[in-house]
C-alpha cells in the first residue's frame, strides 16, 4: 500500500494558484542529462491500443495499453486509492491527467503500461472552481517589500484595484495566526505538492507571496493562516534556438547577455501578446498614459494604431465602452491568468532566432536553466518602457503572484491582487 500512496502523491493534482494551475508536476527531468523521465502528466492523443502523454517534464511518451492494462479513476484531492473507481481504457479523455505505472523503454520514448491512473479534465476542473470560490473571497497575493523578522510581519505591495498609471499597489501587513502554515516553493517548480514546510526567515524582499486569511476592516493589516512564498523571474530574452522535440528553448538573457535554457512542460502557458495589451502593460511600466498610447506605436503590428486597453466595470475585459481581448476585469486587477486566456496560443514551432521574449519562471536551482510558468511574445514594447539601465522587465498590474492550499487545496484569483497562472 506504500507504493500506492507514494505512485498516488504524484499524481494528485496541487490545483496552485498564481500566479500558480490544477497540477501535479513532477520535478524537471533532463533526460539529455541521464536522468528518467516520470510517465505523468496531460493525455493529448488517443488511438487503440494507446494513447500519447504530454509528460509534466516535457517530452512525450507514446503509452502502449495492452488488453489487461487496469485503469483507475481517482477523484481529485483523495489521498488514497479507496477513493478510486475502475474504468476503461474508452474511459480516457484528450486533457486528464494520468499516472503510467509500467516499464518505461531505454530511450525514454515509450512505456508499457500495467496500471493507469487517471484524473479526468472536467473534474479537475471543478475542484479548482470550488477551490477558487475560497481564494476570491479570503485569499491575498502581492510582492514582499519588506520584513520584519522580530514581528515576524511582512509588508506586502499588493495591486490596486482598478490599477492607475505609476501608483499600482497599496502596502497591506501581513501578520501570522498561531500555528499559521508557511510553505515555500521548490526551485523550478509552482506546484503546491513540492513545496516544504520553510522558516519565516527564508522570506525575503521580492519574493512573490499567496496567503489565505482573515483581513481587517480597514484593509490594511491581514492574518494569515496559510502562506506560500516564493522567489521569481521575468525574463526579457531574444530566441537563440528552439528544440521542438525536448520542449525547450535556448534565449540570450538581455540582462546578463548570457544564455539560459528554458524547459517548457504541460503547464506552461505559451502566448503571443496582442499590441493593444502590450502597449497597455508597457504603458503602466512607464507610469504615463500619454507616453503608452503614442510612443508604443512602433510595436504595433500592421501600421494600425492600437487601441487602448481599459478596466471595464461591466465584469467583461475590453477596450473603452466594449468587451474585447484587450483589458482586464475591474475587481480582478493582476489576474495574469485571465488575461493569458484572451491571448493567441503561441506554438514553439513558430519561434524564430532572434525573436524578443519574456520568460516567467521560478528561481532554478541553477541560474542558466530555468522551468518557464509563462512563455510570451509580442512583447517589445514591455521591454522597450524599461526605464534606461534598469535590468528589471515588470509586468505592469498583471502581477506573477502564487500561491496554494493546504492539502491538496486549490486556488485561482485571489480577493486582492490575486492573479493565477493555474493550469492545464
Known amino acids: 500500500m506504500r507504493i500506492w ?19 501535479a508536476r513532477s520535478s524537471p527531468q533532463n533526460t539529455a542529462n541521464g536522468q528518467k523521465v516520470r510517465p505523468i502528466g496531460v493525455v493529448t492523443e488517443v488511438q487503440p491500443g494507446q494513447l500519447t502523454l504530454r509528460t509534466d517534464a516535457g517530452p512525450s511518451l507514446t503509452v502502449s495499453l495492452p488488453e489487461d492494462v487496469s485503469v483507475l479513476q481517482v477523484p481529485p484531492g483523495a489521498k488514497s486509492l479507496k477513493q478510486a473507481n475502475k474504468i476503461t481504457v474508452g474511459d480516457v479523455h484528450l486533457g486528464d491527467r494520468v499516472l503510467i505505472l509500467g516499464p518505461v523503454s531505454e530511450d525514454q520514448k515509450s512505456v508499457s503500461a500495467k496500471t493507469v491512473l487517471v484524473m479526468s479534465k472536467t473534474a479537475l476542473e471543478i475542484a479548482r472552481d470550488a477551490e477558487r470560490l475560497q481564494w476570491e473571497k479570503n485569499g491575498i497575493a502581492g510582492v514582499v517589500k519588506a520584513v520584519d523578522p522580530a514581528a515576524k510581519e511582512i509588508t506586502l505591495a499588493v495591486p490596486n484595484t482598478p490599477p492607475k498609471p505609476g501608483n499600482l499597489t497599496h502596502s497591506v501587513i501581513i501578520t501570522l495566526a498561531p500555528s499559521a502554515s508557511l510553505l515555500r516553493y521548490a526551485p523550478d517548480s509552482v506546484k503546491f505538492s513540492d513545496a516544504k514546510p520553510a522558516p519565516f526567515d527564508q522570506i525575503k524582499v521580492d519574493d512573490q507571496i499567496r496567503a489565505l486569511g482573515t483581513k481587517s476592516a480597514d484593509g ?24 521542438t522535440t525536448q520542449g525547450t528553448i535556448t534565449i540570450k538573457d538581455l540582462a546578463t547577455g548570457t544564455p539560459v535554457l528554458v524547459r517548457t ?28 498610447s503614442e510612443g508604443q506605436q512602433e510595436g504595433s503590428q500592421g501600421g494600425e494604431r492600437p487601441r487602448r486597453a481599459g478596466f471595464q466595470g461591466n465584469g467583461r475585459p475590453g477596450g473603452p465602452g466594449e468587451g474585447g481581448r484587450s483589458g482586464m476585469q475591474r475587481g480582478r486587477s493582476g489576474n495574469f491568468e485571465q488575461m493569458l486566456q ?43 518602457a524599461r526605464p534606461k539601465g534598469s535590468k528589471e522587465v515588470a509586468l505592469g498590474p498583471w502581477n506573477m503572484s ?23
Open 5 to 23: 500512496k507514494t505512485y498516488l502523491k504524484w499524481v494528485v493534482p496541487c490545483l496552485v494558484l498564481v500566479p500558480t494551475l490544477a497540477v
Open 220 to 243: 490594511t493589516r491581514f492574518t494569515a493562516r496559510k502562506l506560500v512564498s516564493g522567489t521569481f523571474r521575468n525574463i526579457g530574452a531574444t530566441v537563440i534556438s528552439v528544440d
Open 265 to 292: 512542460n504541460a503547464e506552461s502557458k505559451l502566448h503571443q501578446l496582442t499590441p493593444d495589451v502590450a502597449n497597455t502593460i508597457a504603458t503602466f511600466n512607464a507610469g504615463s498614459p500619454e507616453k503608452g
Open 342 to 384: 484572451q491571448m493567441p496560443a503561441l506554438s514553439l514551432s513558430e519561434l524564430k532566432a532572434g525573436e524578443p521574449l519574456i520568460v516567467v519562471s521560478t528561481e532554478g536551482a541553477k541560474p542558466d536553466q530555468v522551468t518557464a510558468i509563462a512563455v510570451l511574445s509580442g512583447v517589445e514594447p514591455i521591454l522597450r
Open 402 to 424: 502564487v500561491g496554494g492550499g493546504g492539502g491538496e487545496e486549490a486556488g485561482g484569483q485571489g480577493g486582492e491582487g490575486g492573479g493565477s497562472t493555474s493550469g492545464p
